[in-house]
């Protein structure tokens, strides 16, 4: 497969990963319980402001937005995910799988992280190690990815 053909079909992937799971209703961010604190209250404000910037494709201002919210609540998997798209979407892929890696860290079931950052391993040319991420993504969330995700990932040659 060409590197740009590659490339376009990593571009889709991402945008059909965040597009399916707002589409669906089941957004990481919209799992999450009712904040404790101001604090949290804040933060989940931020986070739904910097989902906006997503999906207007204003990155810089969702990074701002996810950092802010980050600082409020710093054990918040979901700002992590949503900060890793937007790295991501900006070619920042080795800080992308940073925040992912943040993400599972809070949230190790966390399904839809470990297919961003294994479609960011191969944004790296990291191929064994995408399919090890895929793997891995489907051990700890059995049945978490979207049908549209795993032909995504099929269609990649990530996932049997």
Not at 32 to 39: C, G, I, L, V
Not at 44 to 59: F, I
């Amino acid at each position: 497969m060409g590197n740009r053909r590659l490339i376009e079909r990593l571009g889709l992937l991402c945008g059909l990963l965040v597009f399916a799971a707002i589409a669906w209703g089941d957004h990481p961010s919209r799992a999450r319980s009712a904040p404790q604190t101001p604090a949290q209250e804040q933060a989940r404000q931020l986070s739904a402001m910097g989902m906006k910037y997503l999906l207007q494709q204003d990155y810089q201002q969702a990074i701002k937005a996810f950092q802010v919210a980050a600082q409020l609540d710093p054990e918040d998997a979901d700002i992590y995910f949503n900060w890793g798209y937007a790295l991501g979407a900006l070619g920042q892929h080795q800080e992308e799988i940073g925040k992912y890696e943040q993400a599972v860290r809070y949230n190790p079931g966390l399904g839809q992280a470990y297919a961003a950052w294994a479609a960011a391993l191969l944004q790296l040319g990291k191929e064994t190690e995408a399919r090890a991420k895929v793997r891995e993504a489907l051990t700890v969330a059995p049945g978490v990815l979207h049908p549209v995700e795993v032909f995504m990932l099929k269609s990649l040659d990530l996932m049997d």
